[in-house]
């Protein structure tokens, strides 16, 4: 092949790697190495998020309508859509979260905040961070019939992977050194892809009144990210998602209950 119809070709598969880093680092899918792309794997990943937040929430509303088949309850419906997706997902915004709390709950300097949310250890403030999550969550699809809490389902995971993209924008690197955050350098344009598929999921879903729920709870976010700690680490961009996650499944329990 010649270098003209190599370069010729190389756009249209770009794109393709940046899904699959996507896939493979947000969720327990292997999608295979990228070979190439260095320090910059996680930037070209991030305009992929919220596609691959609409396949978690597919995944989630999948074992919502299964369990729903097999004559469960719809609290113990919403409790194993939730579990699909820890599992399907490793837990990674779910930790983050907890270490984000970890750091909030430390009294200091930004860098004793920082410091606490390196460690490994969850601590009283996370424990109690993901099991408040967990239990909102529940409660909040247990009030839907299946099929609204499948659509609950993605809505919330389209717009938590969407508000990570953006967070990534907005914010600085709270930390100088390198790490998971601090390699995900984010172009504005990829904000905006990221906004608008999440806003087009919401009207797809039938779910407009989750609009202003998700970005009261992404605000709410940047500014405590801003104040606590200076800036976005990756710990922070899991705990946006998780929080908008969670916001949109009560605006959504609230709407159609």
């Known amino acids: 092949m010649s270098e ?18 996507a896939i493979a680092f947000l ?13 910059a794997w996680l930037s070209r990943a991030a305009p992929w998020f919220p596609v691959v937040g609409a396949l978690v929430g597919g995944v989630a509303a999948g074992a919502c309508a299964l369990a729903d ?19 399907f997902t490793r837990g990674l915004h779910e930790d983050g979260l907890a270490d984000t709390a970890d750091g909030l709950g430390v009294h200091g300097t930004r860098e004793r905040r920082l410091a606490a949310m390196k460690d490994s250890a969850v ?11 967990l239990l909102v969550a529940a409660l909040a699809l247990a009030a839907l019939d299946a099929a609204h809490a499948a659509r609950a389902l993605v809505a919330a995971h389209v717009a938590s992977r969407a508000a ?8 600085p690197n709270a930390r100088a050194g390198a790490g998971l955050g601090r390699s995900l350098a984010v172009a504005p344009r990829a904000a905006v892809v990221a906004t608008a598929l999440a806003a087009a999921t919401f009207v797809v879903a039938g779910a407009p009144a989750a609009l202003g729920a998700a970005a009261v709870a992404l605000l709410a976010a940047l500014a405590v990210q801003v104040r606590a700690f200076g800036g ?11 929080v908008v996650e969670v916001a949109v499944l009560v605006a959504l329990s609230g709407a159609w209950s």
Do not use: Q, W, Y
């Not at 003209?4 to 880093?21: N, S």
């Not at 601590?123 to 999550?133: D, V």
């Not at 990570?164 to 914010?171: E, I, Q, R, S």
């Not at 976005?232 to 998780?242: S, V």
């Open 4 to 21: 003209t119809t190599t370069a010729a070709v190389a756009p249209a598969v770009a794109p393709f790697a940046g899904a699959r880093l």
């Open 27 to 39: 969720t327990i899918v292997p999608t295979g190495r990228v070979e190439g792309l260095g320090a």
């Open 69 to 87: 088949a097999a004559g469960v309850s719809p609290a113990v419906a919403g409790a194993l859509a939730i579990v699909a997706a820890i599992v």
């Open 123 to 133: 601590g009283a403030h996370g424990a109690l961070a993901m099991a408040c999550a």
């Open 164 to 171: 990570m993209v953006v967070a990534a924008a907005a914010l």
């Open 232 to 242: 976005r680490t990756g710990d922070t961009l899991g705990a946006t998602g998780k």
